[in-house]
T-cell receptor, first 114, second 112 residues
Framework: DGGITQSPKYLFRKEGQNVTLSCEQN?????MYWYRQDPGQGLRLIYY???????QKGDIAEGYSVSREKKESFPLTVTSAQKNPTAFYLC?????????????FGSGTQLSVL | KQEVTQIPAALSVPEGENLVLNCSFT??????LQWFRQDPGKGLTSLLL?????REQTSGRLNASLDKSSGRSTLYIAASQPGDSATYLC???????????FGDGTTLTVKP
Protein backbone atom coordinates (compact mmCIF):
# COMPACT_ATOMS: atom_id res chain seq x y z
CA ASP A 1 0.00 0.00 0.00
CA GLY A 2 1.20 3.47 -0.82
CA GLY A 3 1.41 5.99 1.96
CA ILE A 4 3.44 8.04 4.39
CA THR A 5 5.18 6.37 7.33
CA GLN A 6 6.19 8.37 10.38
CA SER A 7 8.29 6.95 13.19
CA PRO A 8 8.43 6.68 16.06
CA LYS A 9 4.81 7.12 17.17
CA TYR A 10 5.95 8.47 20.56
CA LEU A 11 9.25 10.17 21.37
CA PHE A 12 10.67 11.62 24.55
CA ARG A 13 13.37 14.26 24.64
CA LYS A 14 15.69 15.12 27.48
CA GLU A 15 16.76 18.70 28.02
CA GLY A 16 19.62 19.69 25.74
CA GLN A 17 19.10 16.73 23.44
CA ASN A 18 18.49 16.74 19.69
CA VAL A 19 15.96 14.24 18.39
CA THR A 20 15.08 13.20 14.83
CA LEU A 21 11.64 12.31 13.53
CA SER A 22 11.45 10.09 10.48
CA CYS A 23 9.13 10.54 7.50
CA GLU A 24 9.14 8.20 4.49
CA GLN A 25 6.71 8.18 1.54
CA ASN A 26 6.31 5.71 -1.32
CA UNK A 27 3.80 7.81 -3.25
CA UNK A 28 6.46 9.26 -5.56
CA UNK A 29 5.41 12.74 -4.45
CA UNK A 30 7.65 15.70 -5.18
CA UNK A 31 6.74 17.92 -2.26
CA MET A 32 7.00 17.07 1.44
CA TYR A 33 6.04 19.08 4.50
CA TRP A 34 6.41 19.12 8.28
CA TYR A 35 3.66 20.57 10.45
CA ARG A 36 3.37 21.07 14.19
CA GLN A 37 0.03 20.75 15.99
CA ASP A 38 -0.54 21.96 19.56
CA PRO A 39 -3.63 20.83 21.53
CA GLY A 40 -6.85 22.36 20.24
CA GLN A 41 -5.09 24.18 17.45
CA GLY A 42 -4.60 23.85 13.75
CA LEU A 43 -1.38 22.95 11.97
CA ARG A 44 1.57 25.29 11.60
CA LEU A 45 4.17 24.78 8.87
CA ILE A 46 7.75 24.15 10.01
CA TYR A 47 9.63 23.33 6.77
CA TYR A 48 8.79 22.16 3.29
CA UNK A 49 10.66 20.77 0.30
CA UNK A 50 9.63 20.72 -3.34
CA UNK A 51 12.67 18.90 -4.71
CA UNK A 52 15.61 16.81 -3.52
CA UNK A 53 18.42 18.80 -1.86
CA UNK A 54 16.25 21.90 -1.49
CA UNK A 55 13.92 23.05 1.29
CA GLN A 56 12.34 26.25 2.60
CA LYS A 57 11.45 27.55 6.03
CA GLY A 58 7.83 27.68 7.04
CA ASP A 59 6.23 29.89 9.65
CA ILE A 60 7.89 28.36 12.74
CA ALA A 61 11.30 27.02 11.59
CA GLU A 62 13.37 28.26 14.54
CA GLY A 63 14.80 25.37 16.56
CA TYR A 64 14.21 22.81 13.79
CA SER A 65 16.30 21.47 10.89
CA VAL A 66 15.56 19.18 7.94
CA SER A 67 17.28 17.43 5.06
CA ARG A 68 16.03 16.07 1.73
CA GLU A 69 18.73 13.75 0.39
CA LYS A 70 16.24 11.34 -1.19
CA LYS A 71 12.85 11.98 -2.80
CA GLU A 72 11.09 9.57 -0.45
CA SER A 73 12.59 10.79 2.83
CA PHE A 74 12.28 14.07 4.76
CA PRO A 75 13.56 13.74 8.36
CA LEU A 76 12.97 16.51 10.91
CA THR A 77 15.45 17.23 13.72
CA VAL A 78 14.18 19.03 16.81
CA THR A 79 17.22 20.74 18.25
CA SER A 80 17.96 21.83 21.82
CA ALA A 81 17.28 25.40 20.65
CA GLN A 82 13.56 24.57 20.45
CA LYS A 83 12.49 25.43 24.00
CA ASN A 84 8.91 24.22 23.76
CA PRO A 85 9.04 21.08 21.61
CA THR A 86 6.10 19.20 23.15
CA ALA A 87 3.59 18.81 20.31
CA PHE A 88 2.16 16.44 17.72
CA TYR A 89 4.27 16.45 14.54
CA LEU A 90 2.73 15.61 11.19
CA CYS A 91 4.48 14.90 7.92
CA UNK A 92 2.65 15.39 4.62
CA UNK A 93 3.34 15.07 0.92
CA UNK A 94 1.73 15.81 -2.40
CA UNK A 95 2.28 15.61 -6.12
CA UNK A 96 2.68 18.96 -7.82
CA UNK A 97 1.38 20.17 -11.15
CA UNK A 98 -2.33 20.87 -10.92
CA UNK A 99 -4.94 22.38 -8.60
CA UNK A 100 -6.38 18.89 -8.11
CA UNK A 101 -3.45 17.48 -6.15
CA UNK A 102 -4.36 16.48 -2.60
CA UNK A 103 -2.20 16.77 0.49
CA UNK A 104 -1.67 13.40 2.21
CA PHE A 105 -0.62 12.93 5.85
CA GLY A 106 1.22 10.39 7.95
CA SER A 107 -0.08 9.18 11.31
CA GLY A 108 2.04 11.58 13.35
CA THR A 109 4.68 11.55 16.10
CA GLN A 110 3.91 12.78 19.62
CA LEU A 111 7.00 14.41 21.10
CA SER A 112 7.19 15.04 24.83
CA VAL A 113 9.88 16.49 27.09
CA LEU A 114 11.13 14.45 30.05
CA LYS B 1 -0.58 36.55 4.85
CA GLN B 2 -3.44 34.07 4.54
CA GLU B 3 -5.56 33.61 7.67
CA VAL B 4 -8.10 30.81 8.02
CA THR B 5 -10.88 30.80 10.60
CA GLN B 6 -13.28 28.03 11.51
CA ILE B 7 -16.39 28.75 13.52
CA PRO B 8 -17.70 27.26 15.75
CA ALA B 9 -14.79 25.64 17.56
CA ALA B 10 -17.09 22.88 18.80
CA LEU B 11 -20.50 21.59 17.78
CA SER B 12 -22.76 18.95 19.33
CA VAL B 13 -25.77 17.58 17.44
CA PRO B 14 -28.18 14.64 17.78
CA GLU B 15 -27.82 11.73 15.39
CA GLY B 16 -29.58 12.18 12.06
CA GLU B 17 -29.30 15.97 11.95
CA ASN B 18 -27.92 17.77 8.91
CA LEU B 19 -25.16 20.24 9.75
CA VAL B 20 -22.84 22.84 8.22
CA LEU B 21 -19.25 23.60 9.18
CA ASN B 22 -17.75 26.94 8.17
CA CYS B 23 -14.31 28.00 6.95
CA SER B 24 -13.35 31.61 6.19
CA PHE B 25 -10.14 32.86 4.57
CA THR B 26 -8.73 36.33 4.01
CA UNK B 27 -6.85 35.99 0.69
CA UNK B 28 -9.19 34.98 -2.14
CA UNK B 29 -6.33 34.17 -4.58
CA UNK B 30 -6.40 30.52 -3.62
CA UNK B 31 -5.05 27.49 -5.49
CA UNK B 32 -7.35 24.98 -3.82
CA LEU B 33 -9.13 24.27 -0.54
CA GLN B 34 -9.12 20.91 1.18
CA TRP B 35 -11.30 19.58 4.01
CA PHE B 36 -9.84 17.02 6.41
CA ARG B 37 -11.04 14.84 9.25
CA GLN B 38 -8.86 14.14 12.30
CA ASP B 39 -9.59 11.56 14.99
CA PRO B 40 -7.89 12.01 18.40
CA GLY B 41 -4.16 11.25 18.27
CA LYS B 42 -4.29 10.43 14.56
CA GLY B 43 -3.17 11.98 11.31
CA LEU B 44 -5.43 13.86 8.91
CA THR B 45 -7.67 12.11 6.40
CA SER B 46 -8.63 14.01 3.26
CA LEU B 47 -12.37 14.34 2.73
CA LEU B 48 -12.80 16.70 -0.21
CA LEU B 49 -10.67 19.02 -2.32
CA UNK B 50 -12.15 21.97 -4.21
CA UNK B 51 -10.07 23.48 -6.96
CA UNK B 52 -10.01 27.24 -7.38
CA UNK B 53 -12.16 26.97 -10.53
CA UNK B 54 -14.87 24.88 -8.85
CA ARG B 55 -17.89 25.84 -6.76
CA GLU B 56 -18.54 22.54 -4.98
CA GLN B 57 -17.55 18.91 -4.54
CA THR B 58 -19.57 15.96 -3.25
CA SER B 59 -18.65 12.63 -1.73
CA GLY B 60 -21.38 10.47 -0.24
CA ARG B 61 -23.06 12.41 2.58
CA LEU B 62 -20.53 15.24 2.33
CA ASN B 63 -20.78 18.35 0.19
CA ALA B 64 -18.23 21.14 0.20
CA SER B 65 -18.79 24.53 -1.40
CA LEU B 66 -16.41 27.35 -2.24
CA ASP B 67 -17.15 31.07 -2.67
CA LYS B 68 -13.86 32.84 -3.36
CA SER B 69 -15.41 36.29 -3.62
CA SER B 70 -16.67 36.14 -0.06
CA GLY B 71 -13.72 34.10 1.23
CA ARG B 72 -15.87 31.23 2.49
CA SER B 73 -16.19 27.49 2.25
CA THR B 74 -18.76 25.25 3.91
CA LEU B 75 -18.81 21.52 4.59
CA TYR B 76 -22.31 20.09 4.68
CA ILE B 77 -22.81 16.73 6.40
CA ALA B 78 -26.15 15.03 5.77
CA ALA B 79 -27.84 12.63 8.19
CA SER B 80 -25.04 12.77 10.76
CA GLN B 81 -23.93 9.59 12.55
CA PRO B 82 -21.95 9.00 15.78
CA GLY B 83 -19.06 7.81 13.61
CA ASP B 84 -18.84 11.32 12.17
CA SER B 85 -17.59 12.56 15.55
CA ALA B 86 -14.12 14.02 14.94
CA THR B 87 -12.32 17.31 14.36
CA TYR B 88 -12.78 18.80 10.90
CA LEU B 89 -10.09 21.10 9.49
CA CYS B 90 -9.97 23.15 6.35
CA UNK B 91 -6.71 24.02 4.59
CA UNK B 92 -6.18 26.70 1.97
CA UNK B 93 -3.31 26.52 -0.54
CA UNK B 94 -2.36 29.76 -2.28
CA UNK B 95 0.24 28.37 -4.68
CA UNK B 96 1.25 25.07 -6.25
CA UNK B 97 4.15 24.94 -3.77
CA UNK B 98 1.53 24.18 -1.13
CA UNK B 99 2.22 26.21 1.98
CA UNK B 100 -1.32 25.30 2.98
CA UNK B 101 -2.74 27.38 5.83
CA PHE B 102 -4.96 25.54 8.27
CA GLY B 103 -7.85 26.65 10.42
CA ASP B 104 -7.99 25.55 14.07
CA GLY B 105 -10.76 23.08 13.30
CA THR B 106 -14.30 22.37 14.45
CA THR B 107 -14.75 19.47 16.87
CA LEU B 108 -18.00 17.69 16.07
CA THR B 109 -19.82 15.39 18.48
CA VAL B 110 -22.81 13.43 17.18
CA LYS B 111 -24.89 12.01 20.03
CA PRO B 112 -26.76 8.71 19.55
Amino acid sequence: DGGITQSPKYLFRKEGQNVTLSCEQNLNHDAMYWYRQDPGQGLRLIYYSQIVNDFQKGDIAEGYSVSREKKESFPLTVTSAQKNPTAFYLCASKRQGSTNEKLFFGSGTQLSVL
Amino acid sequence: KQEVTQIPAALSVPEGENLVLNCSFTDSAIYNLQWFRQDPGKGLTSLLLIQSSQREQTSGRLNASLDKSSGRSTLYIAASQPGDSATYLCAVANTNAGKSTFGDGTTLTVKP
